[in-house]
């Protein structure tokens, strides 16, 4: 089953006012600053990450 990634906010200005654009699948449109835009998978990291000592996360 294929189902539509929903963002929780735009990655412009981060408001929550968001819908489906309808001229493109996937593609959505803030209100707040009237932006379109598309969240789209590029693929996996070839090394991924790893839990560094202090807790935080380090690329191998």
């Given amino acids: 089953m294929s189902e539509r990634a929903a963002p929780f906010h735009c990655p412009y200005c981060g408001d929550e006012d ?3 654009n309808e001229q493109g699948h996937g593609a959505w449109e803030c209100g707040a ?3 379109a835009f598309q969240l789209k998978f590029l693929g996996l990291l070839a090394r991924g990450l790893q839990r ?8 191998i």
């Fill in 52 to 59: 560094a000592d202090n807790g935080g996360d380090d690329r």
């Fill in 33 to 35: 600053c009237n932006r």
């Fill in 18 to 20: 968001l819908r489906p």
